[in-house]
């Protein structure tokens, strides 16, 4: 066995600067893309909501032009005050209202849902604000929507996964859609990205009726991650990741499996594919089977390979090029049949080297300290060759203390067909962990090629097979 400390990886920033923390690096440098000429320099953003909603909204979304006060605390790094989304502040951006660009939805409309059944209710929903959607695809001068949710609506029950198996069956849940899935999944047909904002994000005072009221973020963190995200869905580039001159051009790969709405059948997988920028595109594979053997979902070696031509197709529209190094990352082991598969597009493709990981669910390995926090964020233990376990999560240096609310579990990754050492696995495992423009604090466990996976399965679901959905991360935050 082998213990050791990875160092925070730094983010890169406006001028190549760089900095470990995203909000730290944006407020002092400006974001990665500030210097370019397809830096974000305005946002032009629709809403659509109730007029109270949009009103609400747009009067909190000002008050963000200005700087926004820090919580009052000593974690000085973790509690980082909102610098203002302004030409001359944090971002150089800015946001841009047009009363054209508001599609108000009539409050009775929305009212009349309670006497609908929940399922009823969500989909009427979606498409009171799929209606206004079509109009807004119209109209040139738009970069991307925001969407106030529904006060009233009913939420979707959380669905009990065995966190061992996620693609096990489990009992069926009602019947109810999940709004932000369902109507993500119908934006997917206009050419702008949506973002669905709750009505506490601008007004912490709400809460649901018959519901316990959630715990919020402070003002000035929920500025940061709502208006990274709208950055980052609008074209622009919030940070990346730095890459040394004498590296390979690296693609990360993320495959993972989800279930059917009512979790009674396998769904197919879903590829990932980030690049070093941090640029997302999604790729829909085959359906897969739960192996006999070993009871994980699995690909045969057709689907594996078409998996990842597909994905190193969509890589090349996107960026033009085709990456010289791919690292896979796998939710379930590889059989002889997908490593074959995966090799064999790689070869065919002329990728110069390929690296296959497997990152299963969880692992019994965990480390204590003598002390009060859990044990630190980078910390890398090795059980053998092939098994590792990485705390993506816990005590952080920069912040002085463990940024979660729960006892950290790390995160393992099994070597199953590698050229580079664990050390700089882990090291790109907890850099691609720092990768979600949804959240801005250093806490996240799981790297971004698997994090977003039953997201992004959730929307899936309401394709048919012939469809094709949008390849840009960005219309799946």
């Not at 622009?236 to 940070?239: L, S």
């Not at 990741?241 to 390979?248: A, M, S």
């Not at 907890?430 to 979600?436: G, P, S, W, Y």
């Given at each position: 066995m082998k213990l050791t400390i990875l160092e925070e990886p730094p983010l890169e920033f406006g001028g190549g600067a760089r900095h470990i923390d995203p909000r730290h690096g944006i407020t002092d440098y400006g974001p990665a893309d500030a210097a370019g000429p397809q830096a974000m320099r305005t946002i032009r953003a629709g809403i659509v909501g109730t007029p109270a909603a949009i009103q609400g909204l747009r009067r909190w979304l000002d008050r963000c032009r200005l700087p926004i006060d820090a919580k009052d605390s000593r974690l000085g790094h973790l509690f980082v005050p909102f610098p203002g989304f302004d030409a001359g502040a944090g971002f150089r951006s800015t946001l841009v209202w047009d009363s054209r660009l508001e599609r108000p939805i009539r409050d009775r409309d929305l009212k009349r849902l309670a006497d609908l059944k929940p399922q009823e209710a969500t989909r009427e929903a979606v498409d009171l604000y799929a209606a206004e959607l079509d109009v807004l695809d119209e109209e040139p001068a738009c970069d991307v929507i925001l969407i106030a949710r529904p006060d009233k609506l009913a939420e979707r029950p959380a669905p009990q996964i065995d966190p061992e198996a996620p693609w096990r069956k489990a009992p069926p849940l009602e019947p109810v859609d999940d709004f932000r899935a369902l109507l993500k999944a119908v934006a997917m047909r206009y050419s702008r990205p949506i973002q669905i904002v709750r009505r506490s994000t601008w007004d912490p005072s709400f809460k649901p009726p018959g519901t316990e009221k959630r715990r919020l973020q402070d003002e000035a963190t929920r500025a940061w991650n709502l208006h990274t995200a709208l950055y980052y869905k609008a074209g622009?580039?919030?940070?990346r990741?730095?890459?040394?001159?004498?590296?390979?051009t690296s693609c990360y790969v993320g495959v993972t499996f989800y279930r059917s709405s009512d979790h009674t059948t396998l769904e197919t997988s879903v590829a990932q594919v980030f690049n070093q920028r941090g640029?997302?595109?999604i790729v829909r594979g085959a359906a897969a089977k739960v192996s006999r053997h070993d009871r994980q979902p699995h690909l045969d070696r057709a689907d594996a390979q078409k998996l990842l031509t597909d994905a190193l197709s969509r890589y090349r529209a996107e960026h033009r090029t085709l990456p010289a190094r791919v690292v896979l990352?796998?939710?379930s082991s590889y059989t002889p049949d997908e490593i074959s598969g995966f090799r064999t597009a790689a070869d065919i493709a002329g990728v110069d080297s390929i690296e296959l990981i497997w990152l299963p669910a969880s692992d019994p390995v965990r480390l204590f300290r003598d002390a009060a926090h859990?044990?630190?964020?980078?910390?890398?233990?090795?059980?053998?060759?092939?098994?590792?376990?990485?705390y993506t999560r816990g005590s952080v240096p920069f912040y002085g203390t463990y940024p979660g609310m729960y006892i950290p579990s790390p995160l393992p990754f099994r070597l199953v067909d590698t050229e580079s050492s664990p050390e700089q696995i882990a090291e790109e495992l907890?850099?691609?962990?720092?990768?979600?423009w949804n959240q801005t604090q250093l806490d996240a466990r799981q790297p971004i090629t698997i994090r977003t996976a039953d997201r992004v399965g959730q929307i899936l679901r309401h394709f048919r097979p012939d469809e094709r959905p949008q390849g840009r991360y960005a219309f799946y935050m």
């Open positions: 622009g580039v919030p940070w990741l730095p890459r040394n001159p004498t590296d390979l640029d997302g595109v990352h796998k939710t859990p044990p630190l964020r980078g910390t890398l233990l090795s059980v053998d060759e092939r098994r590792h376990v990485l907890l850099a691609l962990t720092k990768m979600n």
